[in-house]
Every structure is written in structure tokens, then in C-alpha cells.
């Protein structure tokens, strides 16, 4: 078979993305509800600015918006994640990030699989937050031991999604028909099982270690907990929430509201109890429950530069300090006023957060800018011309306190469990069998490219004069 005949690992992405969607929609239907809320503020928002209209258009950025979304799935074992991670290449998605959850009380660590490339993103942009559970921060020596146990014998990709996985790789591709079973055989991974694989005394012990522990451990495969869809007013969102019959969380974590939106806000609904069979003493079927999966929706800013990060970091800090929101939303009204007040310091308008070196831009010549010849010019000339224009690029991660506080949020305070915080890097790429893309380079890639474009173009008629 010829290499052009295989289907392209942008368009196996975009299948898988609508194939997940389609089942998350039947098994959690406030899941359908979201995406229609949030597809009805996303046009009022672009009705309502035709500049952000433009510039989403022009940058070929409009489209992917109401395709996107990412989910999150929790792995037991570093052969799954190193599995996993051959199963999203074959769909173009790669490791980016390492991030430590044992800060935030949560037993695991994680990377976000996604396309790279700007092309790709633009074609659809789906991400899977991937966690790996840390065994070995479960204190009890017997019950670690269980739960490898059971984690080792789980089978969680069918026979065939590792055989056209293999075939992939080989291949170099897959052709339409291969892909088409391969998104229908990979999907299986991620269904929800409401029968366990361990007994109700087992459930309750490691429910009674970790929360997550037990939904890791408990259950034939790593069902996707949420789905995202991007909006891009999350207030608006938030706030007609509870008229579609649908409860958020007290706070929108992260950034404050802002002009210009800086990183990711992130809002969710309480996980649902759902009903679930355990293995009984004597081998029947014993009736109990479990939650897990919740409904999550995000607004995206700016990508930031570490400078921009750093400041990010220590003005959540102080603002945490100063207040910190209870589950209960008793504070909320508090919590964002102070956080609203202490965002003062961080430049709110585009140019002031280029001009400081906080954020990614891509750069292009305006119409002007492509029509002029001999105008020798430096950046900062050339803008102040109208011969360049700057657009931001788009976060595309994630944030660790914040997926902090999504996690704690559907773990209820009782379970916030302080673990020494313990990032092992080096331990997770080798369980990946790769190591993880660093997310900043990325972004400055992207800048560095757009610019040289730009300012060669520039010169070039400068010098052609
Ligand atoms: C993942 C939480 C992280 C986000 O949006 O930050 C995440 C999980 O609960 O497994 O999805
Ligand atoms: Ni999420």
C-alpha cells in the first residue's frame, strides 16, 4: 500500500474526538446539555465582537473552537501509559508537560497528550490529561500489593486496537478501513463499566486509602472521567449553569475575569453517584455506587512566557493567602474580589503584556505591512507603522493547581490528603518510554517562527530596493 493512501493521523484525531463525544453525550447526558449552552454563548460572544470574530478567522483559529475539547483518564500501570501513549501517536497526539499532583493531595502524576504542530491544533486541537497512579504513595504495604495485583491482570486495550497500533507503526499509517476500526476499537478503552473487578471489601479499603485509588483500581478500564468543551465567556456560561438544571462549583479556578484572558478558567459540575456491581463474597453481583465522572467546561488565554508564569504563580499565591475558597462556596463572592483585586498588577491590555514580555504572540504583516517595500524596520517600528500585527497564542495546557482544585472539588474536603510532595520526572518518562515535550519552548518556537517571517519579509524588500 502507498503512503498516500493511509488517512492522516489529523483526521484519525478528529474522528476519535466526535466518536468520544457521541458516547460521553449517551453516558452522561448533562454532558449534551453543556455543549449546547456553551455553542449558544460562543455565538453571542463572537456576534458580540466582530474584532475577536476577525482575528480568530484570520488566524484560521475560528473553526477548531466549537470542535474543541479535551477529556482526562487515570492509568494504573506504566505498561498502560507507555501503550497509551503509542495509541494517541497513531492520532498525532504527544506527551507535553509533566505535572505533580502529590502537591495538591492526589496520588498521581500526569502529562496532557495533544497535536503539536500549529496546523494540527488548528485542525482540532483534542487533548487527554493522562494521569499515572502512584502506587508508592499508598502507605499500606498489603493493600499496595492488592491493588498491583488486580492492576496487573486488567487487560484495558482490546487485542485488536493493539494490533493495528502495531500495524501503524509499522506501516508508517493506517488505511480508511484500519482507521475506522482502530477509533471504534480504541474507544472501548474508555467506556464506563458499571461492574467492578474487585470486591466490595476491597473497593472500601482503597476507597478508604485514596478516592482515586479506588476508581483507578476498581474497574476494567480507565473510563473518561469528563469531557471539556472551550467557551469563550465562562461566566456567562457559569452563571446560566444552574437555568439548564446544572450545579457548577462555587468558584471558576484560575485567572481572574480579565480583558484580555490570560492562561485557562476552568469551572465544573460535582461528579455524578452512579450505580455499580461489586463482586460479592460468594461470587454474585452485590449492589453499591461510585463517582467519578463530572462535567467541566474552560475558557483559554494567552499562552504565558515563564516570566508570565511566575507572575501568574505568585499573585494566586498572595490571593490564597489572603482567602482561600471554602468547598462549600460559603466565600465565593470574597474569594474573587480579592483575586480580582490582586490581578491588578498583571497588564491587562495585549501590547502591555507583549511589551513586558508575559505572554506568546504570532506576528504577521498587516495588509500595509505586505504591500510596503523599502521600509527598514524594527519590530517595534514596524508595529507602531501598522506594518505588523500580533495575535495571541492560545494556551494549549493545562494548569496543575488548577487541576488541583477540579480534582479536590469532586473528591469533596474530605479527602484533601497531604502527601510530601514528590515530583519524579524521571520516573514517569520512563515509565512513558519517552520523555514529555517542554511546553514553553513550544510556545517560543512558534513566536521565534512568526517572527522572522515577518521581519524577513521586511528586509527582504528593504534589501530589494
Ligand atoms: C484530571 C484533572 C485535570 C484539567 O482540566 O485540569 C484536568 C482528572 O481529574 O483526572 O482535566
Ligand atoms: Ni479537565
Known amino acids: 500500500m502507498k503512503a498516500n493512501s493511509y488517512v492522516s493521523a489529523d483526521r484519525i484525531r478528529s474522528d476519535f474526538s466526535a466518536a468520544m463525544s457521541a458516547m460521553y453525550r449517551e453516558e452522561v447526558p448533562a454532558y449534551g446539555t453543556l455543549m449546547a449552552l456553551v455553542a449558544s454563548v460562543n455565538d453571542e460572544t463572537l456576534a458580540a465582537d466582530p474584532h475577536l470574530k476577525a482575528r480568530l478567522e484570520a488566524t484560521d483559529t475560528l473553526d477548531r473552537i466549537s470542535e474543541e475539547r479535551h477529556g482526562a483518564i487515570r492509568l494504573g500501570t506504566p505498561e ?3 501503550m497509551m501513549r503509542r495509541v494517541f501517536a497513531v492520532m498525532g497526539m504527544y506527551p507535553v508537560g509533566y505535572y505533580d499532583l502529590s502537591t495538591a493531595g492526589v496520588p498521581v502524576h500526569s502529562t496532557a497528550f495533544r497535536p503539536v504542530g500549529a496546523q494540527s491544533l488548528n485542525r ?5 490529561f493522562t494521569s499515572l497512579l502512584r502506587l508508592d504513595l499508598i502507605a499500606d504495604a498489603a493493600l499496595r500489593a492488592e491493588a498491583a495485583e488486580v492492576l496487573a491482570a486488567r487487560k484495558i486495550f482490546t487485542d485488536e486496537a493493539v494490533t493495528l497500533v502495531e500495524k501503524a507503526e509499522r506501516n508508517g499509517g493506517l488505511d480508511t478501513v484500519d482507521a475506522a476500526r482502530f477509533v471504534a476499537q480504541v474507544l472501548e478503552t474508555f467506556r464506563w463499566h458499571d461492574h467492578a473487578i474487585v470486591s466490595t471489601d476491597m473497593y472500601k479499603r482503597l476507597h478508604d486509602a485514596h478516592r482515586l485509588i479506588a476508581d483507578v483500581v476498581s474497574f476494567k478500564g480507565p473510563h473518561i472521567n469528563h469531557l471539556t468543551p472551550r467557551t469563550l465567556d465562562i461566566d456567562k456560561v457559569q452563571a446560566r449553569m444552574p437555568q439548564e438544571g446544572i450545579a457548577p462549583k462555587a468558584v471558576v479556578e484560575g485567572p481572574p475575569t480579565r480583558t484580555c484572558p490570560i492562561l485557562l478558567r476552568q469551572t465544573s459540575f460535582k461528579s455524578l453517584e452512579e450505580p455499580v456491581s461489586f463482586i460479592a463474597a460468594d461470587g454474585s453481583w452485590q449492589e453499591g455506587s461510585h463517582t467519578a465522572r463530572f462535567g467541566e467546561i474552560e475558557q483559554r488565554g494567552v499562552a504565558l512566557t515563564p516570566k508570565g508564569r511566575a507572575l501568574y504563580d505568585q499573585l494566586l499565591n498572595e490571593t490564597r493567602v489572603r482567602v482561600r475558597p471554602a468547598a462549600d462556596g460559603s466565600n465565593a463572592g470574597e474569594y474573587e474580589a480579592v483575586l480580582t483585586d490582586v490581578f491588578k498588577t498583571f497588564p491587562d491590555d495585549w501590547d ?7 505572554g506568546y504572540f504570532r506576528y504577521s504583516l498587516t495588509e500595509k505591512g505586505s504591500r510596503v517595500t523599502g521600509r527598514s524596520a524594527d519590530l517595534e517600528t514596524a508595529i507602531e507603522a501598522g506594518l505588523i500585527q500580533f495575535d495571541p497564542i492560545v494556551y494549549e ?10 480534582f479536590q ?8 490528603q497531604d502527601f510530601v510532595a514528590s515530583p519524579n520526572q524521571v520516573m514517569f518518562e520512563r515509565d512513558l518510554g519517552a520523555s514529555v515535550l517542554d511546553e514553553f519552548a513550544h510556545y517560543a518556537g512558534i513566536e521565534r517562527a512568526s517572527l522572522e517571517m515577518c521581519l524577513g519579509i521586511v528586509n527582504m524588500a528593504v534589501a530589494a530596493e
Open 80 to 82: 498502560e501509559l507507555s
Open 124 to 128: 482540532n486541537p483534542f487533548r487527554v
Open 352 to 358: 502591555g503584556i507583549r511589551q513586558a514580555r508575559l
Open 397 to 406: 495546557d493545562f494548569l496543575p493547581v488548577s487541576a488541583a482544585g477540579i
Open 409 to 416: 472539588s469532586n473528591l469533596g474536603d474530605d479527602a484533601a
